[in-house]
């Protein structure tokens, strides 16, 4: 089975720059969750979808930042403008169940973000 | 206030020495899971070992054991016999029931294995 795959590994863009990142979970898992790690700081969470639909999306640092997941397959989350501080690593997770505790997810490895 | 703290931002160790990688969390919910999670150079986050807040026992998965001190708020990580590719960045994480599908991870201990 394929894992998470994410897109593009790494990209580098100019301040005030759009950037789409895309994920693809793994198939027929329904959750798809967004993660981001700024350098040096902890992993933090920024969202979770439900199919198409966004289940929670406290994480989400401002209004900058945009996530859709169109017909609960792949999902993407765009930076615009990107800032300085936008720059670190962007994690996608899925998982087939929730409700648990023990549940984990599976992680994509990935997009390494940098603002210039 | 941070939920889980990682106080090692980097560790060295002997290959086939055993080596603890530190975790402490912060809950108040009786009901959550801890987990451990690996990152070597090429980025993945690879899940290591998971550690239920009812479970009575340690947990084990081969050469990795969790040392779950209930009491403490601490679930240490201990690998075995270290191996040059345990070189990565190890994260602690945990979920509470009252917050559902949200992790929370520390800030990652660099792990380096010297031949």
């Known amino acids: 089975e394929a894992g998470v795959t994410q897109f593009p590994s790494h990209s580098v863009i100019e301040k005030g720059q759009t950037v789409t990142l895309r994920c693809d979970p793994i198939?027929?898992?329904?959750?798809l969750y967004w993660y981001r790690r700024v350098m040096g700081k902890e992993i933090k969470f920024l969202l979770h979808?439900?199919?198409?639909?966004?289940?929670?999306e406290s994480g989400m640092p401002n209004n900058r930042f945009l996530a859709e997941r169109t017909g609960g397959t792949y999902s993407t989350l765009k930076v615009q403008p990107a800032e300085l501080e936008d720059s670190g690593v962007y994690f996608c997770?899925?998982?087939?169940?929730?409700?648990?505790?023990?549940?984990?997810?599976?992680f994509g490895s990935g997009t390494r973000l940098t603002v210039v | 206030a941070q939920k889980i703290t990682q106080t090692q931002p980097g560790m060295f160790v002997q290959e086939k020495e055993a080596v603890t990688l530190d975790c402490t969390y912060d809950?108040?919910?009786?009901?959550?899971?801890l987990f451990w999670y690996k990152q070597p150079s090429s980025g993945e986050m690879i899940f290591l070992i998971y550690?239920?807040?009812?479970?009575?026992q340690n947990a084990t998965e081969g050469r990795y054991s969790l040392n779950f001190q209930k009491a403490r708020k601490s679930a240490n990580l201990v690998i075995s016999a270290s191996q040059l590719g345990d070189s990565a960045m190890y994260f602690c994480?945990?979920?509470?029931?009252?917050?559902?599908?949200?992790?929370?991870f520390g800030t990652g201990t660099s792990l380096t294995v010297i031949p």
């Open positions: 997770a899925s998982s087939q169940a929730v409700g648990r505790v023990s549940y984990g997810y599976t």
């Open positions: 198939s027929g898992h329904d959750n």
């Open positions: 979808f439900v199919k198409e639909s966004k289940q929670d």
């Open positions: 809950t108040s919910d009786p009901s959550y899971g």
């Open positions: 550690q239920g807040s009812y479970d009575q």
């Open positions: 994480a945990m979920r509470e029931r009252s917050t559902g599908n949200q992790f929370y």
